[in-house]
């Protein structure tokens, strides 16, 4: 999923001409949208792994800055999967929460340059 979420954010800057977009805003992005109950979690981790009947890359550990909802979703997921008997498993739900984001935003197609703020008709500069 990595990979392919590099690829997504190298278009974006491309696209919109925001140089400074970053995995990070994408991880958050795909995190606020996760599940927040166990159940859902675990679910879409199984659907995810079900997709590639169970053949996925080895993780590996990396530290992004991300808000306040995602970071409250990552500070439990761990424990909670556990508790629910699914322990080991939380690389696989925020896989499944980046690949449904990058879904997503491929439905929508290339990030586009926001218009521009500033004076223009009804606006005042004074």
Do not use: C
Not at 78 to 83: A, F, G, K, N, V
């Amino acid at each position: 999923m990595l990979a392919s979420l590099k690829s997504r954010v190298a278009r974006d800057r491309r696209s919109s001409g925001n140089g400074g977009l970053a995995l990070g805003h994408y991880l958050d992005a795909a995190l606020r949208h996760a599940p927040t109950e166990v159940s859902e979690q675990i679910a879409w981790a199984q659907q995810f792994l079900d997709d590639r009947m169970a053949y996925v890359e080895k993780g590996r550990q990396s530290t992004y800055r991300v808000g306040p909802e995602a970071h409250a979703l990552m500070s439990t997921l761990h424990q909670e999967l556990q508790e629910a008997d699914y322990g080991r498993r939380g690389l696989y739900v925020v896989s499944a929460s980046i690949e449904r984001l990058i879904q997503a935003l491929d439905a929508e197609g290339d990030l586009q340059r926001p218009e521009r703020r500033g004076s223009g008709p009804g606006l005042s500069t004074g």
